[in-house]
């Protein structure tokens, strides 16, 4: 009897050591299953991270990008007013290039945007004359070194006034008693609106200086149904 129950007790410690051991080995195998859990969610959240520092980096290279050609290459401008009629209109988007006349200057019949600080806003207009220039304008017919010039750029828009027996140009002539001097001085440019009877210009504001010349409008993108180059008629 005796023998028979330290028998059993024997079995039942070996048993509960069996599955001690068992427990122990259970925990043992799923030990790597949990690191292996563990270290997958901290490479996500590593590479989520990666990724958001990587989108951060291209936004600050984009901003600094757009910043850059805004302030040194191209510039948007949005045409507002009649006065470059009927080549422009008001609500027309032009991307102006700021470098080119970096390099070079100005030249007859590019159309400029320039800064206009007693009005602190911009003006859209047409270079017509250059430094040297000696500029008449009589009605209709431009003058330069006294020699007529030809402006394609309004030709059909003075053909339509005329066949209705009037002027184009019903605004002042040049000079006039707002700008007396007729030569272009070092440093400046004369510029027109093409609307010549609506356009506050050279006429009245006088000559435009080299520092207040933004750029050239070279291209219309809005609306999309006028995208183009803008074609600049050079003498």
């Given at each position: 009897?005796?023998?028979?129950?330290?028998?059993?007790?024997?079995?039942?410690?070996?048993?509960?050591?069996?599955?001690?051991?068992?427990?122990?080995?259970?925990?043992?195998?799923?030990?790597?299953?949990?690191?292996?859990?563990?270290?997958?969610?901290?490479?996500?959240?590593?590479?989520?991270?990666?990724?958001?520092?990587?989108?951060?980096?291209?936004?600050?290279?984009?901003?600094?990008?757009?910043?850059?050609?805004?302030?040194?290459?191209?510039?948007?401008?949005?045409?507002?007013?009649?006065?470059?009629?009927?080549?422009?209109?008001?609500?027309?988007?032009?991307?102006?290039?700021?470098?080119?006349?970096?390099?070079?200057?100005?030249?007859?019949?590019?159309?400029?945007?320039?800064?206009?600080?007693?009005?602190?806003?911009?003006?859209?207009?047409?270079?017509?004359?250059?430094?040297?220039?000696?500029?008449?304008?009589?009605?209709?017919?431009?003058?330069?070194?006294?020699?007529?010039?030809?402006?394609?750029?309004?030709?059909?828009?003075?053909?339509?006034?005329?066949?209705?027996?009037?002027?184009?140009?019903?605004?002042?002539?040049?000079?006039?008693?707002?700008?007396?001097?007729m030569t272009v001085p070092e440093g400046t440019i004369f510029a027109l609106g093409d609307n010549r009877g609506d356009s506050t210009d050279s006429r009245f504001i006088g000559f435009v200086t080299d520092k207040e010349v933004v750029?050239?409008?070279?291209?219309?993108?809005?609306?999309?149904?006028?995208?183009?180059?803008?074609?600049?008629?050079?003498?």
């Amino acid at each position: 009897m005796d023998s028979q129950q330290r028998n059993d007790g024997l079995n039942n410690g070996n048993t509960n050591d069996l599955k001690d051991t068992q427990n122990h080995t259970n925990i043992q195998q799923n030990l790597p299953e949990r690191a292996v859990t563990h270290g997958s969610s901290s490479g996500k959240q590593s590479g989520t991270y990666k990724e958001i520092v990587e989108w951060i980096k291209a936004l600050v290279i984009a901003v600094v990008l757009v910043f850059l050609i805004r302030q040194f290459l191209f510039s948007p401008f949005i045409v507002d007013g009649p006065s470059m009629q009927p080549n422009f209109e008001t609500g027309e988007r032009l991307i102006v290039n700021k470098i080119l006349y970096t390099i070079r200057e100005p030249k007859f019949g590019e159309v400029v945007v320039f800064d206009v600080p007693e009005q602190g806003r911009k003006f859209i207009k047409r270079v017509i004359g250059v430094p040297g220039d000696k500029i008449r304008l009589e009605g209709d017919n431009l003058y330069i070194n006294d020699k007529k010039i030809d402006e394609p750029y309004i030709k059909e828009a003075i053909e339509a006034a005329r066949a209705e027996g009037r002027l184009y140009n019903t605004g002042p002539n040049f000079p006039n008693s707002d700008v007396k001097d007729m030569t272009v001085p070092e440093g400046t440019i004369f510029a027109l609106g093409d609307n010549r009877g609506d356009s506050t210009d050279s006429r009245f504001i006088g000559f435009v200086t080299d520092k207040e010349v933004v750029g050239r409008a070279d291209i219309i993108f809005w609306p999309l149904n006028k995208l183009e180059f803008i074609k600049h008629w050079t003498k």
